[in-house]
């Protein structure tokens, strides 16, 4: 049964139901295509990690890495839960002000930051900048003295892992676009440069080596490399470090063929790992920074959509189109990311059909799934999508000059709109006229 997969239940007219509402309800209410979280999972996921590590009294920062789903209700939900939050951009640094997230417990990535982005950062006092490269270093110290502040700061490194996932997610790897080296001394080099200056406090060491990762072995690998790094600098130069960020990556179901860990478990390694080797070092325990996205989001969303046309092609395929496609849920296309879906309308009827779900943007790689195994499905039929709460809405795009779906909160019962669906209006508001 696929929903023993997903954190949704069929309801008594064998609808697919969503945080205890008829999802086909909802489509009717606010349209479609539509996402939908259910705000208790979402809550379920930032208590696993951070419950766990309260629980086994590890001091710790869990910050969830906004790029998977931001908007201003999802950063406010996050804040009650008590985590700390990534931002990779000045809009993703915005939406979290606006959202009255507290400064001092934003972290700021990316791997090419502009001088605006690394000013209002540091103009807000966050808590924490992830240092990429020695352009970044440069930068931040003119800013700095500029504004006579200073800025608590990571070194992001790459540690050499490739992680057994998809080769676009791998990132850890020494062939890849972010951070120091660690094998050939660009490391060493950053730190060396950080250690004379008295505006930047250099805390620690980041890493991040990809995303979908079942198990935790390959970070469990990166912290003994990083651990290394650091006793090293220890003996070296006197150094202790105060923070080991080992990123986030953390795998989640999108089909029955996904089997990741439980989060808690996830923890409980990586506490261990963090222990034993600061014992083995002779160093203090760090404090653990984890930065989950998908598996804080990813199951607790799904997308609506109605079904349109039907295409026929004796004995070699059905094409189900849905009202939506690439411009809300791009994956698919991207990397062919794999996804399950059911008929929300038809949640408890038999499988009578195998269809390919296609998107209704004009490219032949617009497919959202393929062969779904379905009951007799018709025109109007309510598809869901599930496990898309994660870079679903945060990847949506104008392609065809679709307006982006709304999305809804659902909890307690209640559903609540907290991204407007856009309007035709919204779709041209840049253009300037030319005539
Ligand atoms: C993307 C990213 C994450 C989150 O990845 P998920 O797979 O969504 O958990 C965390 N940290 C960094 C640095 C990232 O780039």
């Not at 660690?182 to 200056?197: I, P, S, V, Y």
Request: aromatic share 10%; charged share 20%; proline share 4%.
């Amino acid at each position: 049964m696929i929903l023993d997969h997903h954190p949704f239940d069929l309801n008594e007219a064998g609808h697919l139901a969503i945080g205890g509402l008829d999802s086909t309800v909802l489509a009717e209410k606010y349209g479609t295509p539509l996402y939908v979280y259910d705000v208790s999972v979402i809550r379920e996921n930032c208590r696993a990690f951070i419950g766990t590590f309260q629980e086994l009294g590890i001091s710790a920062q869990v910050a969830y890495a906004s790029k998977a789903f931001s908007s201003i209700a999802m950063l406010q939900v996050i804040k009650q839960e008590g985590l700390s939050l990534d931002v990779v951009s000045q809009g993703e640094l915005y939406t979290a002000l606006e959202a009255g997230f507290p400064a001092d417990k934003i972290h700021m990535h990316g791997n090419n930051k502009s001088v605006d982005e690394l000013e209002m950062a540091i103009e807000h006092d966050i808590g924490c900048i992830v240092i990429d490269n020695f352009h970044e270093i440069e930068l931040i110290r003119h800013i700095l003295e500029r504004k006579n502040k200073q800025m608590n700061v990571l070194l992001r490194v790459s540690p050499g892992i490739e992680p057994d996932t998809h080769d676009y997610i791998v990132t850890g790897n020494e062939d890849s676009k972010f951070g120091f080296n660690l094998a050939d001394g660009q490391a060493d080099d950053a730190f060396l440069e950080l250690q004379h200056n008295n505006l930047i406090h250099f805390k620690g060491l980041h890493s991040h080596i990809g995303s979908q990762l079942f198990d935790t072995e390959e970070m469990l690998l990166a912290a003994k490399i990083l651990f290394r790094k650091l006793a090293d600098w220890h003996e070296k130069y006197g150094y202790t470090p105060e923070v080991l960020n080992l990123g986030g990556g953390f795998g989640i179901r999108y089909t029955r063929e996904d089997k990741p860990l439980d989060y808690s478990e996830h923890v409980k390694k990586l506490s261990a790992v963090v222990q034993e080797q600061a014992a083995y070092f002779n160093l203090p325990i760090p404090e653990i920074w984890i930065e989950p996205g998908r598996a804080i989001a990813g199951n607790a969303g799904l997308t609506l959509y109605t079904v349109g046309s039907i295409k026929e092609i004796p004995g070699v395929r059905h094409y189900v189109s849905v009202d939506g496609g690439m411009t809300d849920n791009i994956r698919p296309a991207l990397y062919n990311a794999k996804y399950e879906g059911i008929l929300a309308n038809k949640a408890a009827a038999p499988v009578r059909d195998t269809v390919s779900i296609a998107g209704k943007c004009c490219e032949s790689g617009d497919m959202l799934m393929w062969d779904l195994p379905v009951p007799v499905i018709e025109s109007n039929d309510i598809l869901a999508v599930f496990s898309t709460g994660a870079y679903g809405y945060s990847m949506a795009n104008h392609y065809n000059r679709f307006p982006k779906a709304a999305v809804v909160f659902v909890e307690n019962g209640e559903d609540q709109a907290v991204v407007k669906r856009e309007t035709y209006h919204d779709v041209v508001k840049n253009d300037i006229s030319y005539e």
